[in-house]
């Protein structure tokens, strides 16, 4: 029996504040703006699409995993101006996943890691609800295998 499971991208509210501000002042805390030349290319997190070519996006560093744990974790992630908070259906994968390939980590109510694995995002299904298959398993998060940049949360649903 399958696990059924809910990806959720980033809130843009922790976000908004930074479109306001001036180049130098992003270059400050590490942040870039730029427009996609690329489609795909430019994964926003926070709307789990890939941004279209000439839009405005930030590239910015993010403490994707804030947890008291060994596996606290940061890293780059793009977020459009525009964005607007992913609403997705129980066991929906974005197509922003579908084309990657990605890296998947399960990780249990202390935030330590369980299961990891790389796989292509048109089986992510798959290696999903197996990972949930461990009652272990709290949640899962998405990373692109290659650049090792954080994507999702999936959660059971």
Known sequence: MTTPFRITGLPIDQFTSLFTLTDEALKQLGARRMLADDKP???????????EVGEEVLLLPFTHHDVNSPYRASGPIFVRTNAELAKLEVNEVPELLRNRFLSIRGYDTNAMMLAADAVHGKDVEEHLWRFFSDHWVEYIHIHNARPGCYNCRVDRA
């Open 41 to 51: 290319g430019y994964p926003c997190r926070v709307s789990l699409v890939d941004a």
